[in-house]
């Protein structure tokens, strides 16, 4: 049975040399997510809290879409399910396999082929090397991009490099997915098949959470839903009582 536990989750990140006064003034305006406050003992490191104390629990058959304004924390909140980042303090306990869709660079190397990174692709989600050998006609195929697999794929548009992933990375289905905006993987008749693909996919998976700014979508695909607001989670429960508390929340312009 998969599963996901977070207990009193925090992230923060040291921004060095951020005393002057043009650097504080560019983080005060860009700051929509997260905390910044001063690091105690030095006045020379700003700190953004991207995440504060986050306490979440999933089991099998949730279908979760995280909510909320550009830089509430949600692609950071991604990035610890998938063991990209580590929390500064708390907890995370995580029962089963992970596809992440999103940060297509990850395990691809700009200077190899397509084929060698069907392969490098797979050992970096966990596949052994029989598993990828077995599926890799498949997943050549299904990527549309012929002679092109046999090029570094320094030489692909970041659409080609989408689909290379994406055919890679939905070619088992894991325990957990996790995904970020959706797919975009190139023209629309590629995306109509990805999305196709896609939904084969997700009805195999056991968690899913995702992140976007489409209510559509996260209606589509999740029964409940978590609000996130400047790094901590302020909501949780059914998908639309979630997006009514975020409508009401941006109605009011509140945070």
Not at 60 to 65: C, E, K, L, P, W
């Amino acid at each position: 049975m998969a599963s996901i536990t977070l207990e009193k989750v925090s992230v923060s990140f040291p921004i060095y040399n951020a005393a002057t006064r043009s650097i504080k003034n560019r983080l005060i305006q860009s700051a929509t997510g997260g905390q910044i406050r001063a690091d105690r003992g030095s006045n020379r490191i700003a700190v953004v809290q991207a995440l504060q104390d986050i306490d979440l629990r999933l089991q099998s058959g949730d279908r979760v879409g995280l909510v909320g304004h550009n830089g509430a924390g949600k692609t950071t909140l991604l990035r610890v399910l998938a063991g990209i980042y580590e929390p500064n303090e708390g907890r995370v306990s995580i029962d089963g396999s992970i596809v992440p869709l999103f940060d297509i660079s990850l395990g691809m190397d700009q200077e190899s082929t397509g084929y060698e990174n069907i392969l490098l692709r797979g050992l970096y989600l966990g596949l052994t090397r029989a598993q990828i050998r077995a599926r890799f006609d498949e997943i050549a195929e299904f990527t549309e991009l012929g002679d092109f697999l046999n090029l570094p794929i320094r030489t692909y548009s970041s659409g080609m490099q989408m689909r290379l992933a994406f055919a890679v990375s939905t070619s088992v289905a894991p325990d957990i997915l996790l995904i970020d905006e959706g797919i975009g993987a190139g023209d629309a008749a590629f995306i109509e098949k990805a999305n196709a693909r896609l939904k084969q996919f997700t009805e195999r998976v056991s968690i899913i959470v995702l992140s976007s700014h489409s209510e559509a979508l996260i209606k589509s695909m999740c029964q409940k839903a978590v609000l996130m607001q400047h790094g901590r989670l302020i909501g949780a429960g059914a998908t639309q009582e979630v997006l009514d508390q975020y409508r009401a929340l941006r109605a009011g312009n509140v945070g």
